[in-house]
């Protein structure tokens, strides 16, 4: 087993932020469900969604910018990490994932060790 890092770019397209109160709300309702049933399973390691605002910083904080850092889809909002048996069941799970009901995307790279 691995460990597996999902970061959560897009999905709050216009058809998301069109949506109403109680369907935004419906919408969160289904992250919480399908992330506890990552969690039943023993899949679910750790996961947030991240603040709008941040820092960019460069050569080493000469340079430091305000956020966000992309436009639309290539902006990222949370983080998941999972377990699985390799990068093709990571992808397995992450199909049923509700950022994609509203065009949004998951980028699945594995942790490695820092085995010195």
């Known amino acids: 087993m691995s460990n597996f890092l999902y970061l959560f770019r897009g999905g709050h397209d216009e058809a998301y932020r ?4 109680e369907e935004k709300q419906a919408h969160m309702q289904a992250w919480g469900s399908w992330m506890g049933k990552l969690q039943e399973k023993g899949q679910l390691v750790d996961g947030l969604p991240l603040a709008d605002e941040g820092k960019m910083v460069k050569n080493r904080g000469e340079i430091v910018t305000n ?3 992309a436009e ?3 902006v990222v909002g949370g983080y ?3 377990t699985a048996d390799g990068l093709d069941k990571a992808v397995e799970i992450s199909k049923a994932c509700p950022i994609f009901d509203y065009g949004g995307n998951i980028e699945i790279r594995e942790i490695l060790s820092m085995d010195m």
Not at 18 to 21: A, E, F, I, V
Request: charged share 10%; net charge negative.
């Open 72 to 74: 639309g889809a290539e």
């Open 18 to 21: 069109g949506l109403s109160q």
């Open 67 to 69: 956020g966000p850092f």
């Open 80 to 82: 998941l990490i999972v």
